[in-house]
Every structure is written in C-alpha cells, then in structure tokens.
C-alpha cells in the first residue's frame, strides 16, 4: 500500500485512487492578509526564508525558529503577520 496515493478505504473498496474526489479549497502559497496563521500545535509556517514552528506555552502562543546565524529566535503571531509568512517554502 502506498500511502502518497491510496488510502486504507481505496483497497477495501477496491477503487483505484484516481477515482478519489479531489480536495479543492485548500491554497497552500497562503499569505499574511488573506488568511489568519495555523492555530493546530506545531504548525509550520516560512518567513523570509525560515521555518517557524507554532508551540503553544499557557495561553501564550509563539512561532520558534532560527535566524540566518542559528540562534533561536520567536515571534508572536502578529509579528509573525507583519513580516510576512506562507505554508510552503519559497
């Protein structure tokens, strides 16, 4: 079974995968602006470059990455807003 094109509900039903209704509605080049950032624990978003990974601490969401140099640094989610971000890479 591959798990990039069947899932466990294609091989019961013996329907190739192809045949699977399509996902629509999901923009994975998401920007600040059109959209609010992930709210999931560990979400991945970039900026500039950077991956940045969501921890939630007590009511105190943060964004934790590096800079260009390797040290950590953490943004809140408006600072995260402000410089920008999407879901993918660029």
Same mark, same amino acid.
């Given at each position: ?7 466990? %509900? ?37 900026s500039?470059?950077?991956?940045y ?11 934790? &990455?590096?800079?260009?140099? &390797? ?9 995260? %807003? ?9």
């Amino acid at each position: 079974m591959s798990t990039t094109t069947e899932t466990r %509900q294609d091989l019961a039903t013996n329907r190739p995968a192809t045949e699977r209704p399509l996902v629509t509605g999901t923009d994975e080049t998401t920007r600040s602006g059109s959209e609010s950032l992930p709210t999931a624990p560990c979400s991945v978003v970039w900026s500039r470059g950077h991956a940045y990974v969501l921890e939630l601490i007590v009511n105190r969401p943060r964004w934790v &990455g590096v800079d260009d140099r &390797g040290r950590a640094v953490e943004f809140s989610c408006a600072d995260l %807003q402000r410089r920008g971000w999407s879901r993918r890479a660029n």
